[in-house]
């Protein structure tokens, strides 16, 4: 059932212009700020593209997310599907799924950059392995983020606005008005504070478990939201 | 109705506690090549013993590169141990509370406080978070023993060539100072945990002894050497692998030195990754000699020389006779090493001692004139503090990263921003018009 | 079997159904006849689910073939994906797409992207995806609208075989001949209240008599 969503889900994405104006500014912005970060530092490293492509995904993955549920219940398709009845959780997971593989298929060229550094120098290839794991689990739960803003609206841009903003206030959770970080929840919410171990190197199993749990929550909402559009 | 709200509740429960859990309970893998991430084993041990808030404060300008290592770092910490706190502050945002913790805010630096203690730090790294917190976590504050009796400035004395600049900065950074009449009594008492010998220049006698016999037994010292004296200090630091090698530093790069001033070296070329020398500003040395350091010292003894001069400085040895003028037969072409900090650790007795000395060509720099100077001040607490920690406390081995140039030239980077910038988004452009085109033309 | 009992529902305090009793059974063709804004959707949506009823109670044998007023698809999918992709939903096998699409004479459209179709073509395709499994229970509304004269009467023929196979059908209309041509028997509703309920044998006239109560609902 899931696997029939992503399909479907993946042909109508890609059939529309979304994926690849998305890949196109994604690849853009972050080649020429990270080649500005390279040719400031003059070292091999991967670390600075990944708070970039982050903040990047930030901004671009609500776009793949937005027509999710939103554009479904808009065009009376969603509607077909709740008749049958198909549940929310599929519907929401297989959605999911498809607007995570395509963020991480706009993504994939990054590791071009990779290549790039082998040529001319000698980069840690670790932290490039945990920057790459890190960008993708926070692709994964800015998905599950969009796909929950999608299910909350039949308006694909209050959708993305929504997805954006939520994303925008966790990315800077940590950010108090004069300090950079104190010992206490907010920051444990900030997902740029949970990027920066995955960047530098490191994978811990608390960040690793945040972005699941992330998504997990997120998903468990827009699977409620959905099965709430039954019976209204 | 009513039930599926509860299960959606429970169910958000239960990814909150997991969540609550992961952060409590957790591993992490570091895949940096020198597993430069991970705290060394002494910070872990020091972070192990922490059991009451710690607030660490680290005043650092939002422009400062370092800022966001600084705080991952913090964050490294606090994820150890929950009892550390952390904010990153900008100083000139918040002169007062800089004020209040005694930070300097054109420097920058970090302020460790617990239960009303406050010790500081010179940087933001491992090495300087991990020995303030053991300062904190240590009852009594480390005792500086400050020898006196052949001649050396003191610590009272207020004038320019006095070192009561230095005493106060030793003061805010936590050491307790004990002035030591050696020719009185040449003896260096038990409870020294580090001594500072400042150019004497009446020669030593019975207290050169005592000062050797202090340091076998697991002694700290830093040495500073003068040329304006002629009392020969190398026996003192020849056991540990440096040689001071006396003479006048001469610099020939105008880059490198005071203005006009061939014998007032500025040095920046911090040769090692010892802490003693880590993120220093430059250090004015005015009439320095040479400190030399064994390539291969003995067992247990490890000697990092600290800092040189330029390439066209050159060592005079008889600048009475030569003036600013190069001798081959006698002077020795630069760069001059001015620096050493030696580390051994020896079994005696059936317990391990381990003894540490820096010793450095110059000891004006250290006098009231010159300690505000660049980093003269940060040198001598870098490397007072290095001297003092004990065995457990010490941090010396702080995984660093290794360096990894990248040969990037004008061309190549042109070449990396139209393959990235240009190449890869027109490749996105392309494939979503054919998409666009196939789906058209059906 | 289809069947509402006692269905209510408001929109914001507005009445959009009152009280709506029917019940269709098996080998069945059942119109639900009513003016624009009668409330035929808002009761198609509470037998189905979609909606939930402030009181009264529907029961529908599942799986049910269900025909929106409105049929959407995904524009950029081919008709036969779309239609496998339904019938995955609906735990059909694939291999009932074909038969389904030849059956509301849409065979010709498999391979065309659902977002070209005409508006005839696209209920053509509605139809077919309700007939995928050739469930017990069939919930149309307004099946043929857009259909022309000879579609129509195709589709006709195809409601009364599904009945006389054993299937129960609903399907709505505001259209008087289409209800007397296809039903067994019509339900009249007028402003959320059914107002009549008859075998279009029986009543001579019926577009007097629809006129009629049509005129009575709006006095009321
Ligand atoms: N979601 C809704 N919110 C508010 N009012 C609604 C909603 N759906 C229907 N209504 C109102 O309920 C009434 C019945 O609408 P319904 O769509 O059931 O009519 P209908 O009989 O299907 O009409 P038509 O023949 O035009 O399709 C109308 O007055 C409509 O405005
Ligand atoms: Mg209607």
């Known amino acids: 059932m899931t696997r029939a969503v992503v399909g479907k889900e993946l042909r109508v994405l890609w059939a529309s212009p979304v994926p690849y104006v998305v890949g196109a500014l994604l690849q853009l912005v972050l080649g020429l700020l990270y080649v500005d970060q390279l040719a400031a530092r003059r070292q091999a490293l991967f670390q600075p593209a990944v708070p970039i492509a982050g903040f990047l995904l930030l901004a671009l993955t609500p776009l793949v997310c937005m027509r999710a549920v939103a554009e479904e219940a808009r065009s009376g398709t969603l509607e077909l599907l709740l008749a049958v009845p198909v549940a929310g959780r599929p519907l929401v997971v297989g959605k999911w799924l498809a607007a995570w593989i395509t963020v991480l298929v706009v993504l994939a060229p990054v590791v071009l950059f990779v290549l790039l550094l082998e040529w001319f120098g000698n980069p840690d290839l670790g932290p490039v392995l945990s920057g790459l794991v890190g960008l993708a689990l926070l692709a994964g739960a800015l998905a599950a983020l969009g796909v929950l803003a999608s299910s909350l609206t039949s308006t694909q841009p209050v959708a993305a606005m929504t997805a954006f903003f939520v994303s925008l206030l966790l990315w800077f959770a940590h950010v108090r008005a004069e300090a950079l970080s104190v010992g206490g929840v907010m920051d444990r919410l900030s997902i740029s504070e949970r990027l920066r171990g995955f960047a530098g190197g490191v994978v811990d199993t608390s960040d690793v478990a945040f972005f699941v749990l992330l998504a997990a929550a997120a998903l468990t909402l827009a699977a409620a939201a959905v099965d709430g559009r039954r019976l209204r | ?442 | 079997m289809i069947e509402a009992v006692r269905l209510s529902r408001d929109f914001g305090g507005r009445e959009a159904v009152r009280e709506v009793s029917f019940s269709v059974a098996p080998g069945e063709v059942v119109a639900f006849l009513g003016p624009n804004g009668a409330g035929k959707t808002t009761t198609i949506r509470l037998l189905l689910g979609l909606l939930r009823p402030a009181a009264g109670r529907a029961d529908v044998t599942r799986p049910v073939g269900y025909v929106p007023e409105l049929f959407a698809g995904y524009d950029a999918l081919a008709v036969s994906s779309y239609l496998g992709f339904l019938a995955r939903m609906k735990r059909v096998p694939r291999a009932e797409v074909e038969p389904s699409l030849g059956a509301a004479g849409a065979a010709d459209l498999a391979g065309r992207p659902v977002g070209r179709l005409s508006k005839g073509q696209r209920q053509r395709v509605g139809l077919a995806q309700a007939l995928l499994g050739r469930p017990p229970s069939y919930v149309l509304d307004e099946p043929t609208q857009g259909l022309d004269p000879a579609q129509v009467v195709e589709a006709r023929t195809l409601l009364r075989s599904l009945a006389s196979d054993g299937a129960a059908v609903l399907i709505s209309t505001h259209l008087l001949a289409e209800a007397a041509a296809v039903a067994d028997r019509v339900v009249v509703i007028v402003r959320g209240r059914v107002v009549a309920e008859e075998r279009p044998g029986e009543a001579g006239d019926l577009e007097r008599r629809f006129l009629e109560l049509v005129g009575r609902g709006e006095l009321t």
């Open chain 2, 1 to 442: 109705m009513r039930r599926r709200g509860l299960l959606l509740a429970a169910a958000l429960a239960a990814i909150a506690v997991l969540g609550f859990l992961s952060d409590r309970v957790h591993g992490e893998v570091d895949l940096t090549a020198g597993h430069s991430l991970s705290l060394s084993r002494q910070t872990k041990d020091v972070l192990g013993q922490v059991h009451r808030e710690v607030k660490v404060t680290a005043f650092l300008l939002r422009g400062d590169p370092s800022r966001a290592q600084a705080a991952s770092l913090l964050a490294r910490y606090r994820r150890r141990n929950h009892w550390i706190a952390y904010r990153v502050l900008d100083p000139t945002d918040t002169p007062g509370e800089a004020a209040r913790l005694d930070i300097d805010p054109t420097e920058g630096g970090v302020a460790l406080s617990s239960r009303g203690q406050v010790e500081r730090a010179p940087t933001v790294t491992e090495s300087d978070l991990t020995a303030g917190i053991a300062r904190l976590l240590r009852h009594h504050p480390a005792t500086l023993c400050i020898a006196g009796g052949h001649g050396e400035p003191s610590v009272e004395d207020g004038a320019g060539p006095g070192l009561s600049t230095l005493a106060g900065l030793l003061v805010t950074n936590g050491y307790r100072l004990q002035p030591l009449d050696l020719l009185v009594r040449p003896a260096v008492p038990p409870g020294c945990d580090g001594l500072v010998l400042v150019n004497p220049t009446a020669p030593l006698g019975p207290a050169q002894s005592a000062i050797a016999d202090y340091l076998a037994g697991g002694g700290r010292a830093l040495v500073l050497n003068d040329p304006a004296s002629t009392v020969d200090l190398s026996p003192l630091v020849q056991l540990y692998g440096m040689t001071v090698v006396h003479g006048l530093v001469l610099e020939g790069d105008d880059g490198a030195r005071l203005p006009d001033d061939p014998l007032s070296p500025v040095v920046h070329d911090f040769t090692s990754s010892s802490p003693v020398v880590r993120h220093l500003a430059p250090v004015v040395l005015p009439t320095c000699e040479a400190v030399l350091t064994a390539s291969d010292p003995g067992r247990g003894l490890s000697v990092a020389p600290l800092a040189s001069t330029s390439r066209l400085s050159f060592l005079s040895r008889r600048p009475r006779d030569t003036g600013t003028r190069f001798d081959p037969a006698v002077d020795v072409r630069g760069p001059i090493n001015v620096g050493g900090a030696a580390d051994l650790v020896a079994n005696l007795g059936g317990h391990v001692r381990r003894t540490r000395v820096v010793a450095l060509g110059d000891s004006d720099f250290a006098t009231n004139a010159l300690v505000g100077e660049g980093g003269n001040a940060r040198l001598l607490v870098q490397a007072l503090d290095w001297l003092t920690l004990q065995e457990d406390l010490v941090s010396v081995s702080t995984n660093i990263p290794a360096l990894r140039p990248l040969s990037l030239t004008e061309a190549r980077t042109r070449y990396l921003r139209y393959v990235t910038a240009g190449v890869v988004p027109a490749l996105f452009l392309l494939a979503g018009g054919t998409v666009w085109a196939v789906r058209r033309s059906r």
